[in-house]
């Protein structure tokens, strides 16, 4: 399948967006970012400008999804709460049965400002907390933490989540995504294929890592026990959560970025426990690896992004619903492509 989005060059350890460095692009805004996967080029400043107003304009989801949230936030997961609300929400789109390009940009556009509201209003809820409106001058990530946490977010704090969404923007056809492409190329709504992109996200071998990584870090809970960790891990044959890609033969170009936001945001809270924890099990896992397997084994994207939720205070059980809110952008912009020159997804079996 042709795609003018992400290329990446596994053996070398190469990520770009649009032809861009993810590492590079990790320092601009969500905003920009998220433009120029829709889009396909960086936007003028007055592009920029309007596209960040609408998005902001378009955070809250009203009082009845709300209340949806509020039914059903004991007996489910965020990410079905994602599935559910995004369902509901199609039903009332100002662009409900128009599908053309515009009018599916603006859906798109409309999903990813309010992403970031459902997960936090089910995350309150299920606190037994209320929720909190968003705040429509923030930037992206910033309003994300607030409504999360409810309090305002340092400036390290809020770039860093921008950063976050950004580097989990997009990743080619990854499984998600190509589900979300072969929805959208049976010709049906934005809506459902961002739907099958969520569901295929839930599964733990494609989401799930993230908060794997998380509970990984609170067992071992200190540097010392890493050692150990690892060797117990590869004696049992087990799988060590956060580490291996399928396309990276070498680091992960995330992985690098990931790496120095967490070493910064534990230096800024002067709390380096989770990062040494990080640093040891990376060591020790390259190490192992080399002399037990013959060869190294490196940190993917759910390893470091792990460590940088732990600083967050982001809970676990929210990891792979906060990685939705980023890749969002990726899925509308894939499902955009597929609907300008569509095929239908029809793979073949092999009969055996």
Known sequence: ????????????????????????????????????????KNPEDEELEAYSRTLKDERRIGSTLIEVLGFCNFNIEAMDALKTITSLM??????????NPQANTRKGMRMIAKFPTIVTSFSRLKRGMNVIEPDYEMSHGANFLYMLRGSRPTNLE??????DFI?????ELNPSTFAART????????????????????????????????????????????????LH????????????????KTYDPRARVYKQLAREIAMEKNDMKWFEIAEKIEGAAYEEYV???????????????????????????????????????????????????N??????????
């Not at 959208?184 to 993230?210: F, Q, Y």
């Not at 084994?297 to 967050?312: A, E």
């Not at 906060?322 to 020159?341: K, M």
């Open 1 to 40: 399948m042709e795609s003018s989005i992400t290329f990446i060059d596994g053996e070398k350890g190469i990520l770009q967006y649009r032809g861009y460095d993810v590492e590079k692009l990790a320092n601009l805004t969500y905003d920009e970012v998220s433009y120029l996967l829709i889009h396909g």
């Open 90 to 99: 199609s039903h009332c789109d100002p662009d409900l049965n128009t599908n």
């Open 158 to 163: 809020a770039r860093i989540i921008e950063s």
């Open 167 to 171: 580097l989990s923007a997009d990743h």
């Open 183 to 230: 929805v959208t190329s049976t010709l049906s709504d934005l809506h459902s294929a961002v739907i099958g992109g969520l569901c295929t996200l839930k599964g733990p071998l494609h989401g799930g890592a993230r908060m794997a990584v998380m509970n990984m870090l609170d067992e071992i809970d200190s540097p010392k026990g890493a050692q150990n960790f690892v």
């Open 233 to 248: 891990k590869i004696e049992k044959h087990e799988k060590l959560m956060g580490f291996g890609h399928r396309v990276y």
């Open 291 to 341: 002399q037990n397997r013959g060869k190294p084994i490196y940190p993917n994207v759910d390893f470091y992004s792990g460590v940088v939720y732990k600083y967050l205070d982001i809970p676990p059980k929210l990891a792979t619903a906060v990685f939705a809110t980023g890749r969002i952008s990726g899925w509308i912009a894939h499902c955009l492509e597929q609907y300008s020159d």
């Open 343 to 352: 095929r239908l997804i029809r793979p073949r079996a092999k009969f055996v």
